[in-house]
């Protein structure tokens, strides 16, 4: 990993095409599903929690985003499309305390918080919507998907450090 002071300046160039790969790999994760009362959990947030350990929050918090509405998109907006924003939202929230925490705290602590805002605090807001059973109906499979997500993100991160390549480094 590299430190704050050996940190060289990433071209606008690289971080772009970056950002591309990292939407482009959320796209096809989003097709990869984990079978839910909702069908919109999906291995689409697996990239920006290797964006948001190894590189910049900003790039993590656009990939979680768009990320969700590919998820989304490809299962037909069942909650609709305004609902599906609330959720977008979500995941950015989600990505960003576990970045924010893994670079700033402690790794794992980002690990539990991105789960469990993922999974748990995320579908609290729609319970007003939607009701308690929608909530309880859905938190397996939430749990199941933020684990996966977050997991292959720590491990993609992990080896983009250790091979230099991460941006920001975890602790």
Same mark, same amino acid.
């Given at each position: 990993?590299t430190?704050?002071?050996? #940190? #060289? %300046?990433?071209?606008?160039?690289? #971080?772009?095409? #970056?950002v591309?790969?990292?939407?482009?790999?959320?796209?096809? =994760?989003?097709?990869i599903?984990i +079978?839910?009362p909702?069908?919109?959990?999906?291995?689409?947030?697996? +990239?920006?929690?290797?964006?948001?350990f190894?590189?910049?929050?900003?790039?993590?918090?656009?990939?979680?985003?768009l =990320?969700?509405?590919?998820?989304a998109?490809?299962?037909?907006? +069942?909650?609709?499309? %305004?609902?599906?924003?609330?959720?977008?939202?979500?995941?950015?929230?989600?990505?960003?305390? =576990?970045?924010?925490?893994?670079?700033?705290?402690?790794?794992?602590?980002?690990?539990?918080?991105?789960?469990?805002?993922?999974?748990?605090?995320?579908?609290?807001?729609?319970?007003?919507?939607?009701?308690?059973?929608?909530?309880?109906?859905?938190?397996v499979?939430?749990?199941?998907?933020?684990?996966?997500?977050?997991?292959? =993100?720590?491990?993609?991160?992990?080896?983009l450090?250790a091979a230099?390549?991460?941006?920001t480094?975890?602790?």
């Amino acid at each position: 990993m590299t430190t704050a002071t050996t #940190r #060289r %300046p990433v071209a606008p160039a690289v #971080r772009i095409a #970056r950002v591309a790969i990292l939407i482009a790999l959320s796209a096809v =994760g989003a097709l990869i599903k984990i +079978p839910s009362p909702v069908g919109t959990v999906a291995f689409d947030a697996a +990239p920006a929690f290797v964006a948001a350990f190894a590189f910049t929050m900003p790039e993590a918090a656009l990939v979680a985003f768009l =990320g969700h509405l590919f998820t989304a998109a490809t299962s037909g907006f +069942p909650l609709t499309v %305004p609902v599906h924003l609330i959720v977008a939202a979500m995941m950015v929230v989600a990505v960003l305390a =576990g970045g924010w925490l893994a670079s700033r705290v402690n790794l794992w602590l980002g690990v539990v918080v991105a789960v469990v805002v993922n999974a748990v605090v995320a579908p609290l807001v729609l319970v007003p919507m939607f009701g308690w059973g929608f909530f309880i109906g859905s938190l397996v499979a939430l749990l199941v998907g933020a684990v996966a997500n977050v997991a292959v =993100g720590v491990i993609v991160a992990r080896a983009l450090a250790a091979a230099g390549l991460a941006e920001t480094p975890t602790k």
